[in-house]
């Protein structure tokens, strides 16, 4: 185990709406990445915080989203197999912000983007 619930919790508020599968799924990536929790930079995000920081509302409030902490280069790419072995719906890198989005939203198209 490389992270805990409560590491995906609200930093706001503390408020928890994980979705159990996503947590162990995204325990799994850290895990085979070799990465501790500080890597981890956003998961779930309550209503009152996603609105602050000008999310969309359809994956950090909803339990099934993480933002991480990624290097360019040889991380990146390691990172991305891994994630897309684990069956991850969808990846959004953010070029030069050094951190990826990655969700399993149901409802939104499947794939990779560039923020
Ligand atoms: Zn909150
Ligand atoms: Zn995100």
Redesign the pocket.
């Known amino acids: 185990m490389s992270l805990k619930i409560e590491d995906l919790a609200?930093?706001?508020?503390?408020?928890n709406g994980t979705i159990h599968s996503w947590f162990e799924k995204l325990d799994m990536i850290f895990y085979f990445m070799g990465w501790k929790a500080n890597r981890l930079l956003s998961g779930y995000?309550?209503e009152?915080?996603e609105r602050a920081v000008g999310g969309t509302g359809r994956n950090h409030p909803k339990g099934f989203a993480a933002d991480v902490r990624v290097s360019p280069g040889a991380e990146l790419k390691e990172f991305m197999a891994v994630v897309f072995s684990r069956d991850v719906r969808r990846l959004i890198v953010y070029p030069g912000r050094g951190f990826v989005h990655i969700d399993d939203n149901p409802d939104r198209p499947e794939g990779l983007w560039f923020g």
């Open positions: 609200c930093s706001h508020c503390g408020k995000r309550c009152a915080h």
